[in-house]
Nanobody, 117 residues
Framework: QVQLVESGGGLVQPGGSLRLSCAAS????????MSWYRQAPGKERELVAGITAAGGSTNYADSVKGRFTISRDNAKNTVYLQMNSLKPEDTAVYSC??????????WGQGTQVTVSE
């Protein structure tokens, strides 16, 4: 059974930082492209950042470039999202995604990030 468990969300002031983690189990983690998505109230889910299986390539939404960094530790079956210079518009539920093939595409439950004074 595949499980993706996110952690690290919370309430932070504008300009602050958070580090999200997503621990994976039940899959061969090193084969999967890992991504972080977010969904704010009333908005569609959007891709925040992605990293290839070996970690050699990353991509980011324009809105987070230069502020967020995605990384992975294949020995720990974990993907991270370091979020700096947070803004109120970053408030959302952040979910991690593991994708190997269209049939092997898994989601975590999500973690809430709230950026507010």
């Amino acid at each position: 059974q595949v499980q993706l468990v996110e952690s690290g969300g919370g309430l932070v002031q504008p300009g602050g930082s958070l580090r999200l983690s997503c621990a994976a189990s039940g899959l061969t983690f090193s084969r999967y492209t890992m991504s972080w998505y977010r969904q704010a109230p009333g908005k569609e889910r959007e891709l925040v950042a992605g990293i290839t299986a070996a970690g050699g390539s990353t991509n980011y939404a324009d809105s987070v470039k230069g502020r967020f960094t995605i990384s992975r530790d294949n020995a720990k079956n974990t993907v991270y999202l370091q979020m700096n210079s947070l803004k109120p518009e970053d408030t959302a539920v952040y979910s991690c995604n593991a994708r190997y093939t269209p049939a092997r595409n898994y989601w975590g439950q999500g973690t809430q990030v709230t950026v507010s004074e």
